[in-house]
């Protein structure tokens, strides 16, 4: 069975001076996941966030664009508080993830508002390619687009 290339999911990373836990808990509160977040040996605080599984589910975000301007609108919602941690972070980085494998190609687009948007809130976007292992895909991974 050939694996086809196929949009995984985008992560938010999150790069401060200063304590990020106020920051996370708002962005948990409005439909995010926290793989992680703490602080770094070099005593800056780093986070890496997603959507979460239910909001996936309900919003089905299946492209980049999509869960993106989810992402956007929870950030643009966040209160005084969680907003000024979000403006003081260093680096605010998402981190768009494909898992490769052969046959056709996969061509998303992110639209001029979305990255009129990100501009706006000081992000910076990666795209990552996951290679296949032979033979392997899991079950639990979503339908090639």
Not at 100 to 119: F, K, P, Q
Request: hydrophobic fraction near 40%.
């Amino acid at each position: 069975m050939k694996e086809t290339t196929h949009y995984l999911n985008t992560d938010l990373d999150l790069i401060a001076e200063q304590d990020l836990t106020l920051l996370v808990q708002a962005l948990e509160t409005s439909g995010f996941y926290s793989l992680h977040a703490g602080v770094g040996d070099d005593g800056k605080w780093y986070a890496t966030l997603e959507v979460n599984e239910a909001a996936d589910e309900a919003l089905h975000l299946r492209e980049p664009e999509l869960t993106i301007v989810a992402m956007l609108n929870a950030i643009e919602a966040l209160d005084a508080s969680a907003r000024a941690i979000w403006d003081a972070c260093m680096s605010k980085t998402l981190d768009i993830g494909y898992q490769c494998g052969d046959g056709a190609r996969v061509r998303n687009e992110l639209t001029h508002a979305t990255l009129s948007r990100m501009t706006a809130l000081g992000m910076g976007m990666y795209i990552t390619l996951y290679p296949c292992a032979p033979n392997h895909i899991a079950e639990s991974e979503p339908e090639p687009l």
